[in-house]
């Protein structure tokens, strides 16, 4: 299925919407639905192959760049290879190859950009930007599925299903999965007002992986707030962020990285409602870079936002520290977050 033909998609998640409001769903369709559960993907079922399933799939990364006043939507197609090797847990060792986009030639400055985007962020796509069941039991409480039936992906057999959020403000996700294996063959992530963010589709799948060095990460995974806080030697003004604004979401991993050129470290937050995530990054000792603007002179708070259709993004200082809380576009609350966050670094300095 390409980008350009997924008025199909649009329509079903239309008709799921509706029914999703109303609450209510025809009594035939639920008894037609309980008699093929054991047969249809589940959240469980897309947990269970992410800690055990080996695979390799070569697929299509689009990323869709919004329309703005002065300029239409546009689309750029990354061709790339997924290699993952299970391990037991939802977070499987994996290697995310670069291989071209599609269209250009190689070496056309385009190329390159991307080429240099996949070296520096790749691991970030794929623990990221795709589709994923992060915890089994908290997005169980926070997602519901709906399917619509067999489709053909990568000439695989496999089931069309709708992971729709209970909160609106949340992205709502068309994935395909595989019928052998539980795999996602394809991904599309919708806003709230159903406007196509991206999508990641497999033209290849094999259920096997060879040899491959994963992708390499700077970062050290630690315990807690309180672990990666002493790695970084116990720096002044860090905070460790209450949740009141995102309650339905759940510390997932503590990473702690320093930078080998100029010696600072950084403390990366991920939380997760079991398929969304934001992140609280922390970092001591960086210049206020919003210190000369009138109102941070003058005593006031500064919060710098950015924000587009498929990426939220709020920044600010204290206390010597720099904050950033990141998140998907339509997760409009990273903004109370981020004042709360931005409250509790006040008092504690």
């Not at 190689?106 to 190329?111: H, I, R, V, Y």
């Not at 860090?238 to 979401?249: H, Q």
């Not at 500064?302 to 576009?329: C, H, K, N, P």
């Amino acid at each position: 299925m390409r980008l350009v033909c997924n008025s199909v998609i649009r329509s079903a998640l239309r008709a799921l919407a509706l029914v999703a409001a109303a609450t209510v769903a025809p009594v035939a369709v639920a008894v037609a639905q309980a008699d093929q559960a054991a047969a249809l993907p589940s959240l469980q079922s897309i947990d269970q192959a992410q800690r055990s399933q080996d695979y390799t799939a070569i697929q299509v990364r689009r990323f869709v760049t919004p329309a703005t006043p002065g300029a239409p939507a546009s689309v750029t197609s990354v061709r790339e290879r997924l290699e993952v090797a299970a391990n037991g847990s939802a977070k499987p060792t994996f290697a995310l190859t670069f291989l071209g986009v599609e269209g250009e030639p190689a070496g056309s400055p385009l190329q390159l950009k991307w080429q240099q985007t996949y070296a520096r962020h790749g691991a970030q796509f794929f623990a990221h930007g795709s589709f994923r069941v992060r915890d089994l039991q908290v997005a169980s409480a926070n997602y519901t599925t709906h399917d619509f039936g067999p489709v053909t992906r990568a000439g695989r057999t496999a089931r069309r299903l709708v992971v729709f959020p209970t909160s609106v403000d949340k992205s709502i996700w068309l994935v395909e999965i595989d019928d052998a294996t539980a795999v996602s063959l394809y991904a599309a992530e919708f806003d709230s007002h159903l406007n196509l963010l991206a999508e990641v589709e497999a033209v290849s799948f094999t259920d096997a992986v060879g040899t491959f060095t994963p992708q390499a990460s700077t970062a050290a995974a630690v315990t807690d707030f309180v672990a990666g806080k002493s790695a970084m030697g116990d720096p002044v003004g860090l905070v460790e962020p209450i949740l009141a604004a995102t309650s339905e979401y759940s510390l997932d991993r503590v990473e702690v990285q320093n930078d080998p050129l100029n010696g600072s470290w950084k403390m990366t937050l991920t939380y997760t409602d079991g398929v969304d995530q934001f992140v609280v990054v922390q970092s001591p000792g960086t210049p206020d870079a919003f210190a000369a603007l009138p109102g941070k002179a003058n005593g006031g708070a500064v919060i710098g936002r950015f924000r587009d259709a498929a990426m939220s993004a709020l920044v600010f200082w204290e206390g010597g520290v720099s904050f950033q809380v990141a998140g998907r576009g339509s997760l409009r609350r990273l903004d109370d977050l981020a004042k709360s966050v931005y409250l509790q670094a006040l008092s504690s300095n």
